[in-house]
């Protein structure tokens, strides 16, 4: 039974690394800010989570006793990279693009990001609630 965990550690150790690998390469390579999200965020996590989870197994099964530490970094890199992404992607739609720039949304609105109601961003903006039909 000690080679079949050995096996799945050591399995795991290699399917992180090459997600790792494969992120890393994407988030050197990938031409523009908005693909270059991809490797971070999606591989990069996978790659870490993979990481995580050959430990978590390996203190599990031949360490003294199994250990939750591991178990809530992975969760908290499962949670916050998705999220990390999504405002790196906001703020370089609002740094670099202005709406007529934006591809179509395929919808009948706007992007969310770029709506027409006043922001704190905007100087002496009125934020005041109003009724849409005033």
Same mark, same amino acid.
């Given at each position: 039974?000690?080679?079949?965990?050995?096996?799945? /550690?050591?399995? %795991?150790?290699?399917?992180? $690394?090459?997600?790792?690998?494969?992120?890393?390469?994407?988030?050197?390579?990938?031409? @523009?800010?908005?693909?270059?999200? &991809?490797?971070?965020?999606?591989? !990069?996590?996978?790659?870490? $989570? $993979? /990481?995580?989870?050959?430990?978590?197994?390996? *203190?599990? =099964? *031949?360490? !003294? !006793?199994? #250990?939750? &530490?591991?178990?809530?970094?992975?969760?908290?890199?499962?949670?916050?990279?998705?999220?990390?992404?999504?405002?790196?992607?906001? !703020?370089?739609? &609002?740094?670099?693009?202005?709406? @007529?720039?934006?591809?179509?949304?395929?919808?009948?609105?706007? =992007?969310?990001? %770029?709506? @027409?109601?006043? #922001?704190?961003?905007? +100087? $002496?903006? +009125?934020?005041?609630?109003?009724?849409?039909? +005033?």
């Amino acid at each position: 039974m000690d080679l079949f965990f050995e096996i799945l /550690v050591s399995a %795991l150790l290699v399917i992180g $690394g090459f997600f790792g690998l494969v992120g890393s390469y994407g988030l050197v390579k990938l031409p @523009d800010p908005m693909t270059r999200l &991809h490797g971070p965020t999606k591989s !990069a996590t996978l790659g870490v $989570g $993979g /990481v995580l989870l050959a430990s978590m197994i390996y *203190f599990a =099964w *031949f360490g !003294a !006793a199994p #250990s939750l &530490h591991e178990l809530l970094i992975t969760l908290f890199i499962l949670l916050t990279a998705p999220v990390t992404g999504l405002m790196i992607a906001k !703020a370089n739609i &609002h740094l670099q693009w202005t709406r @007529d720039e934006l591809p179509p949304t395929g919808t009948g609105t706007n =992007w969310a990001t %770029l709506s @027409d109601r006043p #922001s704190l961003m905007d +100087d $002496g903006a +009125d934020l005041r609630l109003v009724d849409e039909g +005033d």
